[in-house]
């Protein structure tokens, strides 16, 4: 069965950091295009980062230049480093495939960046 874990989030004063992390079971996480993704209070899931088999990697202009995905396929693990955090960036967050995610989804782990 596949199952995400996601951990890391906290509550964060703006411009301070976290790192979050992901790790996967059930799938054969090398093979898999993966993405995070975030839900803002009241709002729709949305795209955060994503990172490809071949290392290609993506951002929403929201968090380019703050956010960096990584991922080590050897821990089937995928992480995300978040800096000068604004309180925007208050969700909670997933990780999952690209284009098709994969039922269930994690639990996520909550980010809030508030003074």
């Known amino acids: 069965q596949v199952r995400f874990v996601e951990s890391g989030?906290?509550?964060?004063q703006p411009g301070g950091s976290l790192r979050l992390s992901c790790t996967a079971s059930g799938i054969?996480?090398?093979e898999k295009n993966m993405a995070w993704y975030r839900r803002p209070?009241?709002?729709q899931r949305e795209l955060v980062a994503t990172m490809t088999t071949t290392?290609?990697?993506?951002?929403p202009?929201?968090?380019?230049?703050?956010?960096?995905?990584?991922?080590?396929?050897?821990?089937n693990t995928m992480y995300l480093q978040m800096n000068d955090?604004?309180?925007?960036?208050?969700?909670?967050?997933?990780?999952?495939?690209i284009w098709t995610p994969i039922e269930p989804w994690g639990q996520g782990t909550q980010v809030t960046v508030s003074s």
């Open 61 to 75: 202009s929201a968090v380019k230049g703050r956010f960096t995905i990584s991922r080590d396929d050897a821990e």
């Open 28 to 30: 054969i996480f090398r």
């Open 41 to 43: 209070p009241g709002k």
């Open 85 to 97: 955090l604004r309180p925007e960036d208050t969700a909670l967050y997933f990780c999952n495939t």
């Open 55 to 59: 290392g290609n990697i993506k951002y």
């Open 9 to 12: 989030g906290d509550l964060v």
